[in-house]
């Protein structure tokens, strides 16, 4: 099954102590099989930092729901079971999970859902009510991969990364445009040939993980060194 991450960061390897605490299935690394999920996700963090999305694919070998070297949990859709799962574990602040499986999979609590968790815990809703209210929205995909042993069942095939540099390229070749007063030719001809693209499109520079107006601040100066 292929399976995506989005964030703002090219995932070489996967590094649990990195992960955020407080998530609905708890400490781990969590995926989709839903891209266009993967992408939303992307575009949000990356405008948080204003940085580009960028998606990370991996091929996830389904053999782990089977494996009886895994402990597994699913869930198939919204239920009590679930709720109280994702409370447990979104009310954690340890470093560690709050369950001892190595997969879990199941809905995501997003925001608009999220936000129902907190009524029905102020007692604003009935469990029951809150339920039968999720079963009439379409639930989002998520798989957590909460222990190192697990991350054995997900190998990185490809990072969309490409089509984002491309994105960063625009970006540089407008600004230079609107900041000299020149035409795209010219712009594209300055920017192409300088070490800024050049350290751009080599990721072990990792200048592509600065801001666009970061990137250009560089580009800037390196040109104006030039003259």
């Known amino acids: 099954?292929?399976?995506?991450?989005?964030?703002?960061?090219?995932?070489?390897?996967?590094?649990?102590?990195?992960?955020?605490?407080?998530?609905?299935?708890?400490?781990?690394?969590?995926?989709?099989?839903?891209?266009?999920?993967?992408?939303?996700?992307?575009?949000r963090v990356a405008s948080w930092h204003d940085t580009l999305p960028i998606i990370t694919e991996f091929e996830f070998n389904e053999y782990a729901?089977?494996?009886?070297?895994?402990?597994?949990?699913?869930?198939?859709?919204?239920?009590?079971?679930?709720?109280?799962?994702?409370?447990?574990?979104?009310?954690?602040?340890?470093?560690?999970?709050?369950?001892?499986?190595?997969?879990?999979?199941?809905?995501v609590a997003n925001d608009d859902v999220a936000a129902r968790i907190y009524d029905y815990l102020n007692g604003d809703v009935a469990k029951e009510a809150f339920i039968?209210?999720?079963?009439?929205?379409?639930?989002?995909?998520?798989?957590?991969?909460?222990?190192?042993?697990?991350?054995?069942?997900?190998?990185?095939?490809?990072?969309?990364n490409d089509s984002k540099i491309l994105q960063m390229d625009d970006f540089l070749v407008e600004q230079l445009m609107l900041d000299n007063q020149i035409d795209e030719t010219q712009a594209a001809d300055l920017f192409y040939n300088s070490e800024t693209f050049a350290q751009l499109a080599d990721e072990s520079t990792v200048l592509h993980k600065k801001s666009k107006q970061e990137i250009y601040e560089i580009l800037k100066k390196e040109l104006k060194r030039g003259r």
């Not at 798989?143 to 969309?160: D, E, G, P, R």
């Open 1 to 43: 099954m292929k399976v995506y991450h989005g964030s703002d960061v090219k995932i070489e390897t996967v590094d649990l102590s990195k992960c955020r605490i407080g998530t609905d299935f708890g400490h781990g690394f969590y995926v989709t099989k839903i891209l266009k999920q993967a992408e939303n996700i992307a575009a």
């Open 65 to 107: 729901f089977e494996d009886k070297d895994f402990k597994v949990l699913r869930f198939e859709s919204y239920t009590d079971e679930w709720l109280d799962f994702v409370v447990k574990n979104r009310a954690s602040i340890a470093s560690k999970s709050m369950h001892d499986y190595d997969i879990v999979e199941g809905p």
């Open 132 to 160: 039968e209210e999720l079963r009439f929205k379409k639930s989002m995909h998520q798989i957590c991969f909460c222990t190192t042993a697990s991350l054995q069942m997900l190998s990185l095939t490809v990072s969309k």
